[in-house]
């Protein structure tokens, strides 16, 4: 049974929309991530939370922002959706105390902008 | 600046043992190795990790040499389900980010 949720699974949305992928986890984890992966090709971090009211850039630069108001739940933004933004979104969970058992991702939205 | 070294695929007998070998020969004292998988664009998914010990749990086996240079990951008994991308990833104990390499693709064949 999954316990970090990403909703909606598939996305097709016009250009210039404005997109929030919804990321939520019942495992109570400080810790929270988003990756960004085109197909075929590797993961790369975008942004991470190490809890609320926190957040940070990760190794990829990215057009999208975040948020984390609640444990619980790590919304994406794009502002203004671009076809350069079409590709795969990850979200993933850790806690500190058992973060070193790594972990836990979500199973995706794929967003295709048209 | 890759921390580790995969090959990029692997073909593996159903049945038999896939041994994937991990390079990682700047790894410092506090690092630990990961191992993770991915099936098919889902979300990436943890197997094992270790710091110098060898580890199994249901998975696999993780064998770590004495001077903590290189690593196998062990799937004991391969299935075409075992089919993914496998990751070889070295992180600090205090940096809770995981960076993910291209990995090594392994395909199980009947």
């Known amino acids: 049974e999954a316990d970090i949720y990403q909703t909606p699974r598939y996305l097709v949305i016009g250009t210039g929309k404005k997109i929030t992928l919804e990321c939520s986890q019942t495992?109570?984890?400080?810790?929270m991530y988003w990756y960004q992966q085109d197909p075929g090709m590797e993961l790369h971090l975008i942004h991470y939370s190490y809890g609320v009211n926190s957040t940070e850039k990760g190794d990829l630069s990215s057009e999208s922002t975040v948020s984390r108001i609640r444990t619980e739940h790590f919304p994406l933004t794009l502002e203004s959706a671009r076809p350069s933004h079409t590709s795969q979104y990850l979200c993933?969970?850790?806690?500190?105390?058992?973060?070193?058992?790594?972990?836990?991702f979500g199973s995706g939205t794929r967003l295709t902008v048209v | 600046d890759a921390k580790t070294t995969q090959p990029t695929s692997m073909d593996c007998a159903e049945g038999r043992a896939a041994n994937l070998p991990c390079n990682h020969s700047?790894?410092?004292?506090?690092?630990?190795v990961y191992w993770y998988r991915q099936i098919h664009s889902q979300g990436p998914q943890y197997i094992i990790h270790g710091l110098k010990n060898n580890e199994t749990n249901e998975m696999a086996s993780l064998i770590i040499t004495e001077d903590r240079k290189s690593s196998t990951l062990i799937l004991p008994h391969a299935t075409l389900r075992d089919t993914a991308v496998y990751y070889c990833i070295v992180r600090a104990v205090n940096d809770y980010k995981l960076s993910f390499g291209a990995g090594t693709t392994v395909t199980v064949r009947a």
């Open positions: 700047t790894i410092s004292g506090n690092e630990y």
């Open positions: 495992m109570g984890h400080d810790k």
């Open positions: 993933a969970s850790s806690d500190s105390g058992t973060g070193v058992h790594g972990y836990t």
